[in-house]
Structure formats: C-alpha cells, structure tokens
C-alpha cells in the first residue's frame, strides 16, 4: 500500500497470494495503491533476483482496465463497421445480380404482351440484346439465348402469318377468276347476249374453269392434309419405270398437241424394273406435276428426259427439258406455297401449289427434291427415292 511519505509498501496479504513466484491481479485498485476513482487496474507482480540467486526486488507493471476497455471497444466498433461494410457492399451486389435476372425477364414480360396484343412487329431490346446483335454475347449466357429464341418464335410466327395471309389472298384471287368467268358467261347466255349458235362453245369454257376451280380445292385440300400429316401413305415396292412410263402415256394428249417427244433414260443393269419403297399414287403425283409442268412451258417440238440412276443407297430420278429454264433469282422460292413467275415452273394457270405438293409429298417420305438449270438449256428437277 501507499505510506505517509509516498513510499510503496508491500501489503502482507500478497505474501499470502504466493508473491514469491509471482502472481496476477485483476480488477480493483491494488489494495489502495490507486486512488478510488482511477477505475480498475491489471497487475503483473514478478520477484527479482541477484546474479547469486538472491531475491532482490519484486516488479509491479499496473495496466489501466479502463484503457483496456477502451481498445475493447475500438475493436468491437472496428468489427461493427466491416460488418455494415460487408452487409451494404453484398446488398449491391445482391441488387445488382437480382436486377441482371429481373431485367430479361421483365423485357420477356413485356415482348408476350405486345405479341399477346397482335404486334408481331414487335422484337426485345435492350442492353442484353444489344449485347447479342453486337457480337458481345457469351454462349454461356442463358437470358440472352432465351432472348435470341424468344425473338426468333416472334419472327416465326410474324411469318406463318404473313403466309396464312398470303394463303387467303391467293385463294380468293384463284377462286375470284374462274368464278367470275363462269358467272358472266352464264349469264350472257341466259340473258340472250350470247346466240344459241354460240352457247356450247361457251359452255365448254365454263366447263374448263369448272374443273379449273375442282383442281384447285382438291390442292388445297391435298396441302392443309399434308401440312397436317393427315395425308395416309400406303408404301409397298413398286417399278418406278413403269410408273414413268404411265405417267407419260396419262399426258399424251397434252405431249402431242405441242409435238413434244419425251425420252426416258433408265440406267440401272434392270433397264425397265427399278423397285423402290414408296406410296405409288403420291409419287405419281409429283411425276404428273413435274411432266405437265415441263409441257406447259414447252414450245413446240420441245424435249422433256427423265432418268433414273443408282445414288448411294437411293434411287435418284431426274426431269429436266429445253424450255426457257428458270430465273437465279426464283429458284430459292419455286417450291414455296403460292409462289409465281412469268418464267417459274410453278404454272402461269395452275394454282402455284404443284411443286409445293410435291416437295410436302417427298419430305412426308423422308426424301428431298432440287431444282436447277439443266444441260439441255431448260428447267431441271431432281428428287429420291428409297
């Protein structure tokens, strides 16, 4: 404890505490050595010996709680403000992930109900999109192959539109035709516009749109059915020569009034028995489209060739001819539904569905069909067959 005269004197009850081999005390004010109001004090006592071994002195290190305290405090509010710190940066982070996701799918959103609305014009924008149009894309990004595929249904379906569209129309302006040809010849008869002498050349005219108008039904109808896969194939092995051969024969009348000679080159070692897999009736449609096709172009004395040669696994049959051929420009879009040409082979009379039938026809088989320029100046197709 502290004496009258300032000097420290050992307080008896620390001999007791095991002084001589050092001791620590917590708390307090050292047995009086503090004044009272100093607050608390850590102290380390530790015995000091001569160089003989002889104890000399005790050492008495006193450290402040309070300043200890304080640092505990300094400690804690450091930890306190790296947590804030670490909350609010991943809330950033959290907000700026959650916004990445929430941004496609609110553009998502919004494209179904512009397109929900009836605007197919319609197509998603933004950062993500322009990420892909600029070639910034990542192909591990999902939201933007979602986005990408999301805009290519929307095209898709702009485009079964603008067909469907295009579907009615050439319908209506097929049907407007004939219909409108009949009715006025009709009535020009019943009317007394047209004399008696004439009426039965007019009649056959109007028997001609009349089965004009039955081939185009009965197109259409053969189209949706085939669009539909409601078109039955009854396969069986058949000689494809021989049906070539009937085919051409069907046609005679057609061949003849044009002097039109046909040639047939069949280079399999069977010459005139070839079989193949197929629906007989739906493959001589596509023969009889693409011969009538061939002839409707033909000038006089024209030459139609149909070949058959051995390709791979498959049989591949050729009909090509003389004609004026087909324009560079109008060869991606001859087998598409509707489509017409002045010099096209999808007919100038005709329904433009011909060769659209008989590419439906030949991909219901699993085959395909080509068009091209042949050697003999003319129009070339080519299509297989199992």
Request: aromatic share 8%; glycine share 8%.
């Amino acid at each position: 404890y502290k004496s009258n005269d300032g000097d420290y004197l050992q307080n008896s009850h620390l001999i007791n505490e095991g002084l001589e081999r050092g001791v620590t005390l917590s708390g307090g004010n050292f047995f009086g050595v503090f004044s009272e109001d100093s607050g608390h004090w850590l102290t380390q006592v530790r015995p000091v010996y001569d160089h003989n071994g002889r104890f000399s002195a005790y050492l008495s290190i006193h450290y402040s709680l309070n300043s200890l305290s304080l640092s505990d405090t300094n400690v804690i509010l450091g930890l306190a403000v790296m947590l804030l710190m670490g909350i609010l940066v991943g809330v950033v982070i959290i907000k700026g992930y959650v916004s990445r996701v929430t941004r496609p799918i609110d553009l998502l959103a919004e494209a179904a109900n512009r397109v929900g609305q009836g605007d197919l014009s319609y197509r998603i924008q933004g950062d993500h999109a322009d990420d892909v149009i600029l070639g910034q894309s990542h192909s591990n990004d999902d939201w933007m192959n979602l986005i990408l595929t999301f805009n290519r249904m929307i095209d898709q379906i702009e485009q079964q539109n603008l067909e469907q569209r295009d579907f009615v129309a050439s319908i209506s302006h097929d049907l407007r035709t004939p219909l409108t040809s009949i009715s006025g010849f009709i009535t020009a008869i019943l009317d007394g516009t047209i004399p008696p002498e004439k009426q039965t050349h007019y009649l056959e005219t109007v028997q001609e749109e009349t089965k004009r108008l039955t081939s185009l039904v009965q197109d259409m109808n053969t189209t949706i059915r085939l669009e539909n896969n409601q078109e039955n194939m009854a396969k069986e092995n058949f000689n494809i020569n021989a049906l070539i051969h009937k085919v051409i024969e069907s046609l005679r009348v057609l061949l003849d009034e044009k002097n039109i000679q046909v040639q047939t080159n069949f280079k399999d070692p069977e010459k005139n028995e070839r079989l193949v897999y197929a629906d007989p009736k739906q493959i001589e449609r596509v023969l009889y489209n693409l011969i009538s096709n061939a002839i409707e172009f033909l000038s006089q004395d024209g030459i139609i060739l149909v070949t058959t040669r051995t390709q791979g696994s498959n049989l591949l049959i050729t009909v090509e001819d003389n004609g004026p051929g087909i324009r560079p420009e109008d060869l991606p879009y001859v087998f598409d539904r509707f489509y017409k040409s002045d010099k096209s082979r999808t007919g100038r009379k005709g329904s433009g569905l011909g060769l659209y039938i008989c590419k439906k026809i030949l991909q219901s088989h699993g085959q395909s069909i080509y068009a091209g320029r042949s050697d003999l100046g003319g129009a070339k197709f080519e299509f297989t067959l199992a």
